[in-house]
């Protein structure tokens, strides 16, 4: 009995190290593999009928294909992350054996076939970024969940026969349609009967044409043959009328023998109409459109491109977003989430034919939605030269529901709500453009931004620990004034660049709104120049005023002065920069259209309104009138709105009103 027993151990043992996987071991082991049809059913035979791996290839293909992309939540929506480590990974390169289109093939083909599919993750240890990732075949891992801690973990089944442990943090996996999370339905189980009567119908026509067209019947003799005779008439029967090559051949019989032919054909069995029908059966099962696996019997050229555009409704995007909230949740660190996320793009499989395309897109950039160079991206063209292509058009005879509207009955009024129409355009598609220049520029402000940032932390941090550690906080006060006394010097060289460069850009777009010339002159360099100077000692006094606060604190509350001071340097460095760079893409704009203005005779400004969600205070703003020279709010002014009142601390002579406003100013 022992020895029965160890023979059954290593048998399993065998199995497992084969196999990798104990419960398809054990379902192969006491035949839950076979169907009714006789036909034995696994992954291995599954993809052997031709409609399941028709539809196989095109889901895993058709998603290993797709641009997959890393972004960055922005502002105003979303930018390619092209210095995130895994914008490379995902898009081309998995490991150094494995691309981005192989991983999500073998990855998609596991799903499919067993309902679930792993990759093991593997991350710098010292900064926890992802490396590499690897496919593993779903057949050798089993996931489990401890029973003390509740917390899964992944037996991975190893060639040599070992086991290895990997945690969540370890693995990337998807998984099919299930009942609860881990626990997935098997696809090729849920199949078996399907996919076994198409394995039985594809035997049955093999068989068929194998034995000819005289295979079965019975022979009749009046007496009795000997058995020498029987020998010779089976043999003979058999090398001359069966096969395929041998069919319809003319029989001679000897000795009264007579042949009826009990045969049925194809048709008669039902056959073709059996492997047609399973043609249809893999298709709904796996939800795809039965002409795209080249079942053109119900497909007309009228609706082929529908149901190409449900397949990615239907069929596609169910599994493209359990790839990207598995992404999202599996390869970004926590911190990360907020703002980085990964995204399949589907544009070109929605594309549509030509003729609709171009009449989609020219609704889109008649209303304003897109423009030349947009359009000509989507088509895989480059941009228009110098520029022309960024212009956005909008029609003329709009006109804002809540604007007063002149007496319609008078032709002089009319006249003039066409004039008025034409003006209140143009001054929305100038701030829409100062608005675009303002986000292209707004990443060459945070890169200055975040060098000041840097090394301001670092000196500060530096002379913090020398000094706080020896309980020497005077020493440490006097330096830091000492220090941003100096510090607005080379801030301002940091920034100037990129200031110059804005400022000539909104110089030249002001400078067509008015019918000036355009090009830097000396008293704007000058003025800019005295505008980067009152910047740095603003942001200094900030840093100044914020830092000895945090000293004043430390004394109350006796607490580490040197942990405030840390916690404080590394919100500015994550948080600074972007907060640097979205105010002063606005304001510089507003302060350099007002230079140029006043250089061109304009008397009066008016306040435009921008950004998608613009907040009630600045639709307050949109549309005040004033002198050129005036506030449009003073300082203690309030501004009531519906959601509440703003109080104003200090004037706003042009934008930006409050952080992340965006509005514009125009010359009226």
């Known amino acids: 009995m022992f020895e029965r027993l160890k023979i059954f151990a290593l048998a399993?043992?065998?199995?497992?190290?084969?196999?990798?996987?104990?419960?398809?071991?054990?379902?192969?082991?006491?035949?839950?593999?076979?169907?009714?049809?006789?036909?034995?059913?696994?992954?291995?035979?599954?993809?052997?009928?031709?409609?399941?791996?028709?539809?196989?290839?095109?889901?895993?293909?058709?998603?290993?294909?797709?641009?997959?992309?890393?972004?960055?939540?922005i502002e105003d929506g979303k930018e390619r992350a092209y210095d995130h480590p895994l914008y490379y990974i995902l898009h081309n390169l998995w490991?150094?054996?494995?691309?981005?289109?192989?991983?999500?093939?073998?990855?998609?083909?596991?799903?499919?076939?067993?309902?679930?599919?792993?990759?093991?993750?593997?991350?710098?240890?010292?900064?926890?970024?992802?490396?590499?990732?690897?496919?593993?075949?779903?057949?050798?891992?089993?996931?489990?969940?401890?029973?003390?801690?509740?917390?899964?973990?992944?037996?991975?089944?190893?060639?040599?026969?070992?086991i290895q442990i990997l945690y969540p943090e370890q693995m990337f996996h998807l998984q099919w349609i299930g009942l609860e999370n881990f626990k997935t339905f098997h696809p090729v189980v849920l199949a078996r009967e399907a996919i076994g009567l198409s394995l039985a119908a594809e035997e049955f026509g093999s068989r068929f044409f194998e034995n000819g067209a005289n295979a079965s019947g019975i022979a009749e003799y009046p007496g009795k043959l000997s058995d020498e005779a029987y020998n010779r008439f089976t043999k003979t029967f058999n090398d001359r009328f069966t096969s395929l090559s041998k069919a319809q051949r003319?029989?001679?019989?000897?000795?009264?023998?007579?042949?009826?032919k009990l045969t049925i054909n194809p048709n008669e069995a039902q056959a073709i109409e059996t492997r047609k029908f399973q043609v249809i059966e893999a298709a709904r099962f796996y939800n795809v459109p039965p002409h795209l696996i080249m079942d053109l019997e119900r497909a007309t050229f009228s609706n082929v491109e529908h149901q190409d555009i449900s397949f990615v409704k239907?069929?596609?995007?169910?599994?493209?977003?359990?790839?990207?909230?598995?992404?999202?949740?599996?390869?970004?660190?926590?911190?990360?989430?907020?703002?980085?996320?990964?995204?399949?793009?589907?544009?070109?499989?929605?594309?549509?034919?030509?003729?609709?395309?171009?009449?989609?897109?020219?609704?889109?950039?008649?209303?304003?939605?897109?423009?030349?160079?947009?359009?000509?991206?989507?088509?895989?063209?480059?941009?228009?030269?110098?520029?022309?292509?960024?212009?956005?058009?909008?029609?003329?005879?709009?006109?804002?529901?809540?604007?007063?509207?002149?007496?319609?009955?008078?032709?002089?009024?009319?006249?003039?709500?066409?004039?008025?129409?034409?003006?209140r355009a143009m001054q929305q598609r100038s701030a829409k453009a100062k608005l675009r220049m303002a986000k292209n520029y707004k990443r060459i402000f945070q890169d200055a931004a975040e060098r000041i940032v840097k090394r301001e932390k670092k000196q500060v941090l530096d002379k913090a620990r020398r000094t706080l550690k020896e309980?020497?906080?005077?020493?440490?006060?006097?330096?830091?004034e000492d220090y941003y006394r100096e510090a607005p010097e080379w801030m301002k060289r940091a920034l100037k660049p990129a200031l110059l460069a804005y400022t000539e850009a909104i110089q030249a777009l002001a400078s067509e709104e008015v019918n000036s010339k355009a090009g830097m002159t000396p008293e704007l360099e000058k003025w800019m120049d005295g505008y980067a100077d009152i910047w740095a000692r603003n942001y200094t006094a900030s840093s100044l005023g914020q830092l000895q606060a945090l000293i004043r604190q430390a004394n109350d509350e006796a607490i580490d002065a040197l942990e405030l001071i840390e916690q404080r340097l590394d919100e500015w460095?994550?948080?600074?920069?972007?907060?640097?760079?979205?105010?002063?893409?606005?304001?510089?704009?507003?302060?350099?259209?007002?230079?140029?203005?006043?250089?061109?005779?304009?008397?009066?400004?008016?306040?435009?309104?921008?950004?998608?969600?613009?907040?009630?205070?600045?639709?307050?703003m949109d549309g005040r009138v004033v002198g050129i020279d005036q506030v449009f709010v003073g300082k203690n002014d309030r501004l009531d709105s519906e959601d509440g009142t703003m109080n104003i601390y200090k004037p706003a002579f042009t934008p930006p009103l409050h952080q992340g406003c965006v509005c514009q100013i125009v010359p009226e």
């Open 314 to 423: 239907y069929s596609l995007r169910p599994y493209l977003v359990c790839w990207e909230q598995e992404m999202l949740r599996s390869l970004f660190l926590p911190f990360e989430r907020r703002q980085y996320f990964s995204e399949f793009n589907v544009d070109g499989l929605l594309r549509g034919d030509a003729k609709s395309r171009a009449e989609a897109l020219d609704i889109q950039m008649r209303n304003g939605v897109i423009n030349a160079d947009e359009w000509r991206a989507m088509e895989n063209m480059n941009p228009q030269p110098d520029g022309m292509g960024k212009i956005y058009y909008v029609p003329l005879n709009w006109v804002r529901k809540d604007e007063p509207r002149p007496d319609s009955a008078s032709g002089e009024g009319e006249r003039q709500t066409g004039k008025q129409l034409e003006k």
């Open 471 to 480: 309980r020497s906080q005077p020493d440490f006060l006097a330096w830091l």
């Open 12 to 73: 399993f043992r065998s199995a497992v190290s084969t196999l990798s996987n104990p419960r398809r071991w054990l379902i192969d082991m006491f035949g839950g593999g076979k169907s009714k049809s006789g036909a034995d059913v696994n992954e291995d035979t599954a993809v052997k009928v031709t409609a399941v791996f028709a539809c196989i290839r095109l889901l895993s293909q058709t998603i290993a294909s797709l641009p997959l992309h890393t972004y960055r939540r």
């Open 95 to 162: 490991n150094p054996e494995c691309t981005s289109y192989m991983g999500r093939l073998i990855m998609m083909v596991n799903l499919l076939l067993t309902g679930q599919a792993f990759a093991e993750i593997v991350r710098n240890r010292k900064t926890g970024e992802i490396k590499e990732l690897w496919p593993i075949p779903s057949n050798k891992v089993l996931p489990k969940r401890n029973k003390q801690t509740k917390e899964i973990f992944y037996e991975v089944y190893l060639d040599d026969g070992g």
């Open 573 to 620: 460095e994550e948080k600074r920069p972007g907060k640097v760079a979205s105010n002063e893409v606005i304001e510089a704009a507003g302060v350099v259209s007002k230079f140029v203005y006043a250089g061109a005779g304009i008397r009066y400004l008016r306040w435009v309104a921008q950004g998608s969600k613009t907040c009630p205070y600045c639709q307050e």
């Open 250 to 260: 003319i029989m001679f019989l000897e000795q009264g023998l007579k042949f009826t």
